[in-house]
């Protein structure tokens, strides 16, 4: 399997653009997690899917976020307009839950996002 | 809420050294505890996990302990190596919660001098 794959390793964008990340989780998992990294707050869950479904979104910062997963196998991260607060790494990860637990997150490589 | 505390870093040591990145939580309930890794360049990795008190993971010379009396989770290891030079994520995930998702510490960076 080729594991977690995102689209594209690396974003430069100017302020205000939109921006839409992309993730293509393992066959047959049916958890995905968007994660943001930063040396400031370290790794902050955005939102999670289970079965193509928004379960928490609690950590997704504001409206200008909004994330999709239209089918198992594909989900985008939005920012809709960027700003340079955004910059970060965003990774997204995938796992086959079993039962009530979510315990092994197999992640992609990230995305580099730098809002200029 | 659930937390995660890490020792900060950046932690530099020589290869050969003793490792410990030190590890606390707090939560409800008895949750599993993890230690992720993330190499450069790359998105981070499960290293070893224990699901109760008393558990030990342990995994490519890395162990942890599980310590409910302390709520801990230290990673050790008896001789590093240049090649575990990476980010080490404390992490935990609570059934009293539902289990779904897991609550990472803030990451200690790791560098070993040849």
């Known amino acids: 399997d080729a594991g977690v794959i995102q689209s594209p390793r690396h974003e430069v964008t100017e302020m205000g653009q939109e921006v839409t990340l992309r993730c293509k989780p393992i066959?047959?998992?049916?958890?995905l997690f968007w994660y943001r990294q930063t040396m400031m707050r370290g790794l902050e869950l955005l939102i999670y899917f289970n079965n193509n479904v928004p379960i928490d979104d609690s950590g997704m910062p504001e409206d200008r976020f909004s994330a999709k997963m239209p089918n198992a196998s594909f989900s985008t991260l939005k920012i809709q307009p960027s700003e340079p607060r955004d910059s970060a790494v965003y990774f997204c990860a995938s796992s086959l839950r079993v039962g009530e637990t979510n315990e092994k997150l197999f992640f992609g490589s990230g995305t580099q996002l730098s809002v200029l | 809420g659930d937390s995660v505390t890490q020792m900060e870093g950046p932690v530099t040591l020589s290869e050969e050294a003793f490792l410990t990145i030190n590890c606390t939580y707090t939560?409800?309930?008895?949750?599993?505890l993890f230690w992720y890794v993330q190499y450069p360049g790359e998105g981070l990795q499960l290293l070893l996990k224990?699901?109760?008190?008393?558990d030990k993971g342990s995994n490519k010379g890395f162990e942890a302990t599980y310590r409910k009396e302390t709520t801990s989770f230290h990673l050790e290891k008896g001789s590093v190596q240049v090649s575990d030079s990476a980010v080490y994520f404390c992490?935990?995930?609570?059934?009293?919660?539902?289990?779904?998702?897991?609550?990472f510490g803030q990451g200690t960076r790791l560098t070993i001098n040849p």
């Open positions: 939560a409800t309930g008895y949750p599993s």
């Open positions: 066959s047959g998992h049916n958890s």
């Open positions: 224990a699901t109760k008190a008393d």
């Open positions: 992490a935990l995930i609570n059934a009293f919660q539902g289990a779904q998702k897991l609550v």
